[in-house]
């Protein structure tokens, strides 16, 4: 059974730090691998998505990579702002079926202190 | 365009009750999800949809039921509400099958079940 593990659990930074959120998984057999950002009382928005042929994406300030054969994945934040604290999940998909049924890491609580 | 558009935004239960939560897509996408979300559990599938009339079961299906009578509209049903159940509910929905894409979320149902 995949498990996605997300650590820390809680992270604080001073603004304008450059920061690394990691993600494992178990089973290195996935088909994507998908960054998202919650921020309290809201649902997920969709930050990056990596497909499994892909070693990084970017989108701004943020940069993940994947290292499908390590079970790991890094968003890299850069030049972190106030704004960016928020809860970030990592999620997997199975390579079977396509129907993407994710599973989540529980987070990183990413705090920016101004 | 207003994306995934859950109602209702909160509930309150009493134990036995029945209800049903409604979940509204406008983006003519294939697939839809139905997720719950508690505190140091992280986000689980509960049932999902590949297209419209067609449901199949998550990781946590027990006690809910859902229907997709129509592509735009995924329906999660509770027959005899328990607190066990109270969380954070989420819908979401993604293009189809392979196509890459992230999966798009609601802003949750908060139901408590007293």
């Known amino acids: 059974k995949q498990e996605v593990t997300q650590i820390p659990a809680a992270l604080s930074v001073p603004e304008g730090e450059n920061l690394v959120l990691n993600c494992s998984f178990t089973d290195s057999a996935i088909y994507n691998l998908q960054w998202f950002r919650q921020d309290p009382g809201k649902g997920l928005t969709s930050l990056l998505l990596?497909?499994?042929?892909?070693r990084e994406q970017t989108s701004g300030r943020l940069n993940a990579s994947l290292d499908k054969s390590s079970g790991r994945s890094t968003l890299y934040i850069a030049a972190s702002q106030p704004g960016d604290s928020a809860t970030y999940l990592c999620a997997v998909s199975p390579p079977q079926g396509g129907s993407e049924k994710l599973v989540f890491g529980k987070g990183t609580k990413l705090t920016v202190n101004p | 365009n207003a994306g995934v558009t859950q109602t209702p935004k909160f509930r309150v239960l009493k134990t036995g009750q029945s209800m049903t939560l409604l979940c509204a897509q406008d983006m003519n996408h294939e697939y839809m999800y139905w997720y719950r979300q508690d505190p140091g559990m992280g986000l689980r599938l509960i049932h999902y949809s590949v297209g419209e009339g067609t449901t199949a079961k998550g990781e946590v299906p027990d006690g809910y039921n859902v229907s997709r009578l129509k592509k735009q509209n995924f329906l999660l049903g509770l027959e005899s509400a328990a607190p066990s159940q109270t969380s954070v509910y989420f819908c979401?929905?993604?293009?189809?099958?392979?196509?890459?894409?992230?999966?798009?979320f609601g802003d949750g149902t908060r139901l408590s079940i007293l």
């Open positions: 979401a929905s993604r293009r189809g099958a392979y196509s890459n894409q992230p999966q798009h």
């Open positions: 990596i497909q499994s042929s892909q």
